[in-house]
């Protein structure tokens, strides 16, 4: 059945950068769109892009850009999402689901931004 | 970015009893292949949202019939027939027409 197992929680100082990953199985990555999405309580949910594991083509949200970039290891068929120049906005549990329909979804996983 | 407006925020419904949530989308969301990306999710408490319902209204596999969904252009619906204990959590209509992908703010069904 298909999976996505995310990272582990994360503590990062304010102005660091952490990589998120999202490892798959149960369905042909190569040929998928993998989306990251942000959760803040309020409850609200943000999308912030997706990319495309046959030749990493990404379509961002515009207000990511620059925040956020995405990445895919077609061997091991997982998907990375970098973020940049943490702040305490950027403190949120992160997703990642298949495809652009958002079919399935990984566990979430939380940042904290904190020094 | 399209505007997706969910009512009511929350509501409390007894079990048996029938639910029904509503989302309006600020521009329609029928896309250039005549197809409309509205889908509804359930996030239950600690967990991960899950896709129910997608394209207005077909059901993912294993979502029992007590949910239905309907509506088109910009204004849609989600339906339990019958609430059950495992309903509870916040629902969302997500649309996936136009860029970006935008979330209603939830609906947080209790059970009374």
């Known amino acids: 059945q298909v999976k996505l197992l995310q990272s582990g929680a994360e503590l990062v100082k304010p102005g660091a950068s952490v990589k998120l990953s999202c490892k798959t199985s149960?369905?042909?990555?190569?040929?998928?769109?993998m989306s990251w999405l942000k959760q803040v309580p309020g409850p609200s949910i943000e999308w912030i892009g997706w990319?495309?594991?046959?030749?990493?083509?990404?379509n961002y949200n515009q207000k990511f850009k620059g925040k956020a970039t995405l990445t895919v290891d077609k061997s091991s068929s997982t998907a990375y999402m970098d973020l940049s120049s943490l702040t305490s906005e950027d403190a949120a549990v992160y997703f990642c689901?298949?495809?652009?329909?958002?079919?399935?979804w990984g566990q979430g996983v939380m940042v904290t931004v904190s020094s | 970015d399209v505007v997706m407006t969910q009512t009511p925020v929350s509501l409390s419904v007894a079990i048996g009893q029938p639910a029904s949530i509503s989302c309006k989308s600020s521009q329609s969301l029928v896309g250039t292949s005549g197809k409309t990306y509205l889908n509804w999710l359930l996030q239950r408490p600690g967990q991960s949202p899950k896709r129910l319902i997608y394209?207005?209204?077909k059901l993912d596999s294993g979502i029992p019939d007590r949910f239905s969904g309907s509506g088109s252009e910009t204004d849609f619906t989600l339906k339990i027939s019958r609430v059950e204990a495992d309903d509870l959590g916040v629902y969302y209509c997500?649309?996936?027409?136009?860029?970006?992908?935008?979330f209603g703010s939830g609906t947080k069904l209790e059970i009374k």
């Open positions: 689901a298949r495809g652009r329909v958002l079919d399935y």
């Open positions: 997500l649309q996936g027409t136009h860029f970006p992908l935008t």
């Open positions: 990319i495309y594991a046959g030749d990493g083509g990404t």
């Open positions: 394209l207005v209204s």
């Open positions: 149960g369905f042909t990555f190569s040929t998928s769109y």
